[in-house]
């Protein structure tokens, strides 16, 4: 049993726990499945600023960041006790185009060579995890939701906007991941 | 975390900003119940996100290496779970909505429609870009800080930026 968890988990046990979770979260409390609400409450927690869009009672909300918080705990557990040790497998294709980045440690899912405090202070390292950071929380916000708030529970509840989303948010990914980033990788 | 409140609003104002800005635009990652509990009812949810994150990094969810295939099409890991997620969501929805299930607190389920505007449109894009440069959406970035990628806070805290960046600007946004 310990050495199938350890294993990685493939697409058809993950993908239906993960849907799952819009049911767990409704039965729970009636709460819908999503997590970049939990910046917006943070920002409305920690600096509203008597902006309107902030000025709102978070602690109603704060179920969402007790969730989170939970989302942390588990990437913790599933370090220290269940991970498996080997090298992560990545399709060939990916590899030989990232060796031209300098890409190479595949210990971790996070790639070491990419994102660490020295490649912060890097032009690559400042766009990806700076920008990119920043691009996440503006873009999630303005668009309503995220891969889980409308990919998953938009979808779910078969909202014809969360599926606009979903396919606005594929089209970034693609054309970022092809036309910009081997750019910004090669910096 | 300083007090709350620092710029106090008449509470009726606050009502009304709840009821528009958090209901009618924003009907994402919301709670709908009605019921007043004490803080450690929350604990439950700290527990499904325990369960929720140990799938996303056992799944790969979380790995940086798993988006850039996806978004060059060169795995069907992610299509794959994601497609199972939605599946596997809407049928429970549906099944909550015909059967008329209620919490375990009592309460009756309810949903809300979505309205569309531009920032499905625009907004998506934008985090489509964000998702390729990090390879990660909101709920893996905090299940990588929680592996000991703590470099990762660093993203975190600049997406907490683009969401206040986001809310200072918006009423000049097309939406």
Known sequence: MMEFLKQPWP?????????LTVPFLLILGNKHFGISSSLRHV???????????????????????????????GGFITAAWLSDPGPVTVAPQLASELSTYGVTDYQSLIPADLFNWPELLTLR??????????LVGFGTRYAGG?????????????????????????????IMANLFLPHILSL | MKKTFQNPAPADTIEL??????RSLDTVCLNESHLQHPWWYNLKYAAAGILFG????????????????????????????????VAVGMLSVWLIKKFQVKTIHGETIEFHPKQFNKGNIIGGLLFGFGWAMTGACPGPLF???????????????????????????????PH
């Open chain 2, 54 to 85: 140990i799938v996303l990094v056992k799944s790969q969810v979380i790995s940086w290496f798993r988006i850039q295939e996806m978004f060059r099409l060169q795995s069907f890991h992610m299509y794959g779970v994601i497609g199972s997620a």
């Open chain 2, 17 to 22: 900003n709840t009821d528009f800005e958090v």
């Open chain 1, 43 to 73: 920002c409305a927690a920690c600096l509203p600023a008597n902006i309107k869009f902030f000025q709102y009672d978070w602690k109603k909300e704060s179920w969402n960041l007790f969730f989170v918080a939970g989302i942390a705990i």
């Open chain 1, 146 to 174: 995220c891969t889980s708030g409308h990919a998953i529970m938009g979808l779910s509840n078969l909202q014809l906007p969360s599926l606009i989303a979903t396919i606005s948010f594929m089209a970034g990914g693609f």
């Open chain 2, 143 to 173: 299940a990588q800080l929680g592996t000991g990628a703590w470099a990762v806070s660093v993203t975190i805290l600049s997406a907490v930026a683009g969401t206040w960046v986001y809310g200072f600007f918006r009423e000049r946004l």
């Open chain 1, 125 to 134: 390292g400042f766009l990806l995890m700076v920008v990119g950071g920043f």
């Open chain 1, 11 to 19: 697409w058809y046990i993950a993908g239906p726990v993960i849907g």
